[in-house]
């Protein structure tokens, strides 16, 4: 049986340490879906198709295992996406304590929903301190992102756009 798991997230935009958590997947799954959703909780800064485009581009040039596929769900449920597709687990990257505690409740009503389980995966301790957040706000101040973000994302963020 091929069992699949769901990497879900704002990615808005992907990090380092969201990779390292797709590439650890991709190694013990035998497909992984990663999935951007819109999180209402959190003012966007990229488009979805952006967020998709980039991840795509980040896992190519990344040299990620082919396994990977990247898509968007806007439509209900993150478990309805896994029930769909027949994913039994969710994989998410825990980097601290809070990240514990913003996740658990998530994790345990995936579960009652769907008797989706969910996955903690460590990333690597290098990519500890990195965030999304973080990244968009020094991105928007000007500052260098390069040690925090894929290539081809530094690129986007910091090439001047007119719209
Ligand atoms: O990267 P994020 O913003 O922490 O990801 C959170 C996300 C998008 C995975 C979460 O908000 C989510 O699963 N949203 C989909 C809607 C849903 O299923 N909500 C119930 C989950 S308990």
Same mark, same amino acid.
């Given at each position: ?93 825990? %980097? ?14 995936? %579960? ?23 990244? %968009? ?27």
């Amino acid at each position: 049986m091929s069992r699949i798991a769901v990497v879900p997230g704002s990615f808005d935009p992907i990090t380092l340490g969201h990779l390292d958590v797709i590439e650890r997947a991709a190694g013990i799954f035998d497909q992984i879906h990663v999935l951007v959703v819109h999180n209402p909780g959190k003012t966007a800064l990229l488009p979805i198709a952006q967020r998709v485009s980039l991840i795509e581009q980040a896992v190519r040039e990344g040299g990620l295992p082919s396994n990977i596929l990247v898509t968007s769900w806007s439509v209900g449920l993150l478990v309805d996406y896994c029930t769909d597709v027949g994913a039994s687990v969710i994989v998410k990257g825990i %980097r601290s304590q809070v990240d514990v505690a913003y996740e658990t409740p998530m994790a345990i009503v995936n %579960r009652d929903l769907a008797g989706v389980e969910t996955v903690f995966m460590l990333p690597s301790p290098a990519h500890a301190h990195v965030s999304s957040s973080l990244v %968009r706000q020094v991105a928007s101040l000007g500052g260098d992102v390069t040690p925090y973000v894929p290539g081809v994302v530094a690129n986007y963020l910091q090439t001047p756009r007119t719209e």
